[in-house]
């Protein structure tokens, strides 16, 4: 590939550019074909919607909702759908083309995509987000299908979307089909696993990269950045491995004790107190930004994007950073953590867990048929060690970081994949 000046990063906090700019160092070091690079650069299709919806007060508010699919080269795109206010389209852009890069580096046949809708689902009653889900659905209903695109829960969605989904699109064809999208409750074909998945697949990549660095789990603290879905999971998870987790955050504050948080009383806690951990008791609330500096041997950010950045990456004490969330270093950041020795299990390749019991799920609805929690635990387990051991074992052969080397393994298998196929 002829050298291509990488792309300046005019704009820190923007994903797209931080994705770009990976991907750009990667199929430099691949030395992919130019017309290969323009392809995988670009989205397949990007489809914006506006949604009027009706409000509990019978006022209708217009909402905006986006698709992004980036590659559908290694087979139909998957990716989940997130409700935020801070949805734009370069967000999701960035974050459709960081899912073609995960199914890649776990070898999962899909593409990638991702949706989203600006809102502020917290300030919503279940009846408004209901009919935005239903509005959405059928907006994007030449788009979604079991075999074209498959999307799934993200921040600020979960299985209760995804039925609402699933039985909207099932209306429109006159049967059910429960393939379309994944993520879902279980009576409804949900795969027995995948609530923790994301959460479980940050433990075995945590462990992983543990045995790299001769770090034994039963003498390391760990801090988990967010306390959804995927940090109280990843937080309970590897307590049960005997990581000591000493502190926890979300948007009300980090909550810090040097012997330990009890996860699970955390995790009451939160599902008691509205989904946050406003008021916990049990620990030091030391605010905000906190939780990154801390001086342990884990740090795992599980909220959202560019939470390390220029700004604060010098602070960082942890060896180990695992990432749970999609983006949450910013590329300046990158050569910082190198600097400092600091191992990187990138996002791509650590979060990769919760898309990988999605295609489980999906197995299992078009087999009409439902595995244990068992065997899902156990397959998706192999996967995310296999990844990690490629991953690893790349990264030592190209010299590079455990980033690159994950866009490397990704980038290498789309490529090959596309010049099977070809173009026009
Ligand atoms: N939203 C999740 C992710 O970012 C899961 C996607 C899926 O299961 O399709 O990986």
């Known amino acids: 590939m002829a050298y291509i000046e990488p792309a300046p990063i005019k704009d820190e906090q923007n994903p797209f550019e931080a994705m770009m700019s990976r991907f750009h160092i990667a199929s430099q070091i691949l030395g992919i074909d130019d017309e290969v690079y323009n392809v995988l650069k670009t989205p397949v299709k990007q489809v914006i919607v506006s949604l009027p919806v009706t409000m509990d007060d019978g006022s209708i508010k217009v909402f905006e909702g986006f698709r992004v699919i980036h590659s559908n080269i290694l087979g139909p795109s998957k990716g989940g759908i997130r409700f935020d206010q801070g949805v734009n389209l370069d967000e999701v852009k960035a974050l459709a083309a960081w899912m073609t ?26 009846g408004e987000i209901e009919r935005l889900m239903r509005a959405y659905t059928l907006a994007m209903i030449e788009i979604f299908g079991p075999d074209r695109d498959i999307p799934a829960p993200d921040m600020g969605t979960g299985p209760r979307e995804m039925a609402w989904l699933m039985d909207e699109y099932s209306r429109t064809q006159g049967m059910t089909i429960n393939s379309v999208v994944t993520g879902k409750p279980l009576v409804l074909g949900g795969s027995l696993g995948r609530t923790e998945a994301t959460g479980r697949g940050v433990m ?10 001769k770090i034994n789990p ?17 937080a309970l998870l590897l307590e ?8 926890v955050s979300d948007l009300s504050g980090t909550y810090y004790n040097e012997n330990g948080i009890d996860i699970q009383e955390a995790i009451d806690f939160r599902n008691d107190n ?8 049990n620990a030091e609330n030391m605010g905000g930004d906190e939780i990154l500096t801390l001086d342990v041997d884990v740090l795992v950010p599980a909220a959202t994007e560019d939470v390390i950045t220029s700004h604060n990456v010098d602070k960082i004490k942890a060896r180990l950073i695992v990432e749970g969330a999609n983006g949450p270093t910013s590329a300046k950041a990158d050569a ?4 400092k020795g600091i191992m990187v299990a990138p996002d791509i390749l650590a979060n990769a867990g919760g898309v990988t019991v999605s295609y489980f799920e999906w197995v299992q609805n078009r087999l009409g048929y439902k595995w244990t929690g068992e065997r899902v635990n156990r397959r998706s387990d192999r996967i ?7 991953v690893y074992k790349t990264s030592q052969e190209y010299n590079v970081s455990m980033r690159i080397a994950a866009y490397i393994v990704a980038i290498d298998k789309v490529a090959r994949t596309y010049k099977y196929r070809g173009g026009f």
């Open 101 to 126: 890069w995960k199914c890649a580096v776990v070898d999962i046949p899909y593409g990638g995509a991702k949706g989203g809708i600006k809102c502020n689902p917290r300030e919503m009653s279940s």
């Open 204 to 213: 075995v990549s945590t462990l992983a990269a543990m045995e790299k660095l």
């Open 218 to 234: 039963y003498k390391a603290t760990c801090a988990v950045q967010g306390f959804g879905n995927v940090g109280s999971y990843a």
């Open 240 to 247: 049960e491995r005997g990581v000591k987790v000493v502190a």
């Open 274 to 281: 509205n989904g946050s951990l406003e008021g916990y008791e």
């Open 336 to 339: 910082v953590i190198a600097e």
């Open 384 to 390: 995310m060690k296999d990844a990690f051991d490629n």
